[in-house]
């Protein structure tokens, strides 16, 4: 199970942090990835972390989000900084082994002046 929580209303150029705890399993061998969906547009990707600790972001946020994870306290961030009003999204946790995928119930986060 993946619960997230770190979500809000924030203004433009302000910082969040998301968590995403992990229950039940084991985030050793997991690539953890976080997910947004904006009002009728699809589901994108925002940064992933393997296990390897490799790291991919997209490029919209490229620069302003940094992901990180701790295994032994199975736990997930995501770093937000200098949000814009277009990161209003509802967030995802996203857990990945082989053909496991896992998904958390997401955290609304809504930049706005």
């Known amino acids: 199970q993946l619960v997230e929580s770190g979500g809000g209303l924030v203004q433009p150029g302000g910082s969040l942090r998301l968590s995403c705890v992990v229950s039940g399993f084991s985030l050793d061998y997991y690539a953890i990835a976080w997910f947004r969906q904006a009002p009728g547009k699809e589901r994108e990707l925002v940064a992933r972390v393997r296990a390897n600790q490799r790291l991919d972001y997209s490029d919209s946020v490229q620069g302003r989000f940094t992901i990180s994870r701790d295994n032994a306290k199975k736990e997930v961030y995501l770093q937000m900084n200098n949000l814009k009003p277009e990161d209003t999204a509802v967030y995802y946790c996203?857990?990945?082994?082989?053909?496991?995928?896992?998904w958390g119930q997401g955290t609304q986060v809504t930049v706005t002046s």
């Open positions: 996203n857990a990945v082994l082989e053909t496991r995928s896992i």
